[in-house]
């Protein structure tokens, strides 16, 4: 009877202990399905759209990764309209999902909905862009890219290798003319990129041989990208020496507009942009572009990581940036084969 008793305890402690598994009281971390409070974790996932090539792969990265990580993901596509992101924000508040994350198109707009979230204590974390709050309290943590910094590169990069090839303005004049293919108006990275791309130039001992021609949104797409630098070319074909496009994809579709016009892209006008995807190292690689400032969008892995901290009560980082380099035309043939998008 005794040896029966010292049995079932042993059974019983056993099963005691798998059901803490993980140390927290919320949710647990192991390599197979996360959960919370004895469920699997899920997280409310708002994403804008389809809009660009990068943008493909992080939604590709961000279901990966719940995958991998266990975490049941309730994804929500946008279709480009905040308004779509509040309603689902609201929805994913009233199934108390376990955790919401969602990419901001534009940065302001969002304090009532977050302050509803914190209401309904759901921690949000905020992916790729960023907001402007008048309260930071209402996201636990954000994920993504510096857009400053990635507007700074751009000028850097253009200023040296203007120098470097000692090229000449093409319209006579003494001032190299810049075009620009904007992001989503009132977008951070838009902000953040334009910034940080005027901020450095002003900053340059080389200012004064620059000129911002025009400078318009493309809207982050290869269609509209086309279109503006179609407008450009219109009135300025024989004075741009620079595009600087906000995304890969608006300069491949300024590339066809480029050749259109009859001009040769990357040598009669010099073109920059920033992602990093793999339809630009191909432009590169043939001499139709110049240079891709990366920004990463591999974020699925480290959202997850995040995301299971927050609901394990652990402390996270209030800022978490992905790695991110910069790629000249030079290396794009010896790169392309390791690029992941
Ligand atoms: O927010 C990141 C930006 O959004 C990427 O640069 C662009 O391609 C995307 O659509």
Redesign the pocket.
């Known amino acids: 009877m005794k040896k029966i008793l010292a049995m079932l305890l042993a059974v019983m402690m056993m099963v005691v202990a798998a059901g803490c598994g993980g140390g927290g009281d919320k949710a647990s971390s192991g390599s197979g399905a996360a959960s919370s409070g004895g469920k699997k974790i899920t997280m409310g996932f708002s994403q804008i759209g389809a ?5 493909t792969a992080n939604t590709e990265s961000v279901k990966k990764a719940a995958e991998e990580a266990g975490i049941e993901l309730q994804f929500s596509d946008a279709q480009q309209k905040q308004e779509n992101q509040i309603k689902a924000i609201r929805s994913f508040i009233a199934q108390g999902v376990d955790i919401i994350a969602f ?1 901001p198109i534009v940065e302001t707009g969002w304090d009532t909905v977050l302050k509803e979230a914190k209401d309904a204590k759901i921690p949000v974390i905020v992916v ?2 960023d907001v402007k709050l008048a309260d930071d309290s209402l996201y636990v943590a954000k994920i993504g ?1 510096d857009s400053l910094t990635e507007g700074k590169n751009v000028f850097k990069w253009i200023d040296e290798y203007m120098t470097k090839e000692n090229k000449k303005p093409r319209g006579g004049t003494d001032q190299f003319q810049v075009v620009v293919l904007e ?1 989503t108006v009132g ?1 951070s ?1 838009a902000n953040g990129r334009q910034k940080g791309f005027k901020d450095e130039m002003a900053a340059s001992p080389n200012a004064a041989k620059y000129n911002i021609l025009a400078s318009q949104t493309g809207e ?1 797409t290869r269609q509209k990208g086309q279109e503006v630098m179609e407008s450009f070319l219109k009135s300025d074909r024989d004075k741009i020496d620079i595009l600087f496009a ?4 608006m300069a491949l579709g300024a590339i066809q507009a480029i050749e259109a016009a009859g001009l040769k892209p990357g040598k009669d006008i010099t073109i920059i942009s ?2 990093g995807v793999k339809g630009i190292f191909q432009a590169m690689i043939e001499g139709k572009a110049n240079c891709t400032v990366e ?1 990463n ?1 591999l974020q699925g892995p480290v959202l997850m990581e995040t995301a299971k901290k927050i609901l394990n009560g652990e402390k996270v980082e209030k800022m978490v940036y992905v790695p991110e380099g910069v790629f000249p035309a030079d290396v794009a043939e010896k790169t392309l084969p390791e690029r992941k998008y």
């Open positions: 809009e660009s090539e990068w943008r990419v790729d862009r890219t992001g977008s990275v982050f906000h995304n890969d994809d920033i992602d920004c969008p």
